[in-house]
T-cell receptor, first 114, second 111 residues
Framework: KAGVTQTPRYLIKTRGQQVTLSCSPISGHRSVSWYQQTPGQGLQFLFEYFSETQRNKGNFPGRFSGRQFSNSRSEMNVSTLELGDSALYLC?????????????FGEGSWLTVV | GQQLNQSPQSMFIQEGEDVSMNCTSSSIFNTWLWYKQDPGEGPVLLIALYKAGELTSNGRLTAQFGITRKDSFLNISASIPSDVGIYFCAGPLFTGNQFYFGTGTSLTVIP
């Protein structure tokens, strides 16, 4: 069974630009969540989507947005990039039902803003 | 927000030694998860615990779900160099859906 797939793995953007990151969950998983990881702040929750609807949202500015498609694939977008947005962005998916208390991460997308 | 207190923050041990780390919370969790993360990679799930008091092993790793539901520990026996990485705990609150994460334990194994 393929794991959570994130693309791209590495990217460099300039301040003010925008970026879109993509995530394909494990087959059969309908919940996708996004996290930002930085050395100083650890793992910070961005948002979670389930059946194309945002179910939870973390404490991030409106520049951070996401969406989920009918095939459960998800994208997150960051507009007007700032230097502080440089981080590892992780996507995670959850299985349905009683096993849903476990999340599986992708390898992440490394974003560097210069 | 909910904090998971993880300790120790870092460990430097000799190859072959056993390792123990733990997570505590002020709130009740209904699941405890333990992950390992290598530099530049995503976290990999090591062990999942679903019941209070549950003790689960995965090779040289053993983890337990505290009976109060507010803590969990992870033990690694006979450490080897490839155990190097950051270990962190995680889980959803008993009353919620969102996952919370420990701050991580950085493990260095000296050959």
């Amino acid at each position: 069974k393929a794991g959570v797939t994130q693309t791209p793995r590495y990217l460099i953007k300039t301040r003010g630009q925008q970026v879109t990151l993509s995530c394909s969950p494990i087959s059969g998983h309908r919940s996708v969540s996004w996290y930002q990881q930085t050395p100083g702040q650890g793992l910070q929750f961005l948002f979670e989507y389930f059946s194309e609807t945002q179910r939870n949202k973390g404490n991030f500015p409106g520049r951070f947005s996401g969406r989920q498609f009918s095939n459960s694939r998800s994208e997150m977008n960051v507009s007007t990039l700032e230097l502080g947005d440089s981080a590892l962005y992780l996507c995670a998916s959850r299985p349905p039902g009683t096993a849903g208390n476990t999340i599986y991460f992708g390898e992440g997308s490394w974003l560097t803003v210069v | 927000g909910q904090q998971l207190n993880q300790s120790p923050q870092s460990m430097f041990i000799q190859e072959g030694e056993d390792v123990s780390m733990n997570c505590t919370s002020s709130s009740i969790f209904n699941t405890w998860l333990w992950y390992k993360q290598d530099p530049g990679e995503g976290p990999v799930l090591l062990i999942a615990l679903y019941k209070a008091g549950e003790l689960t092993s995965n090779g040289r790793l053993t983890a337990q779900f505290g009976i109060t539901r507010k803590d969990s520990f992870l033990n690694i026996s006979a450490s080897i160099p490839s155990d190097v990485g950051i270990y962190f705990c995680a889980g959803p609150l008993f009353t919620g859906n969102q996952f919370y994460f420990g701050t991580g334990t950085s493990l260095t194994v000296i050959p």
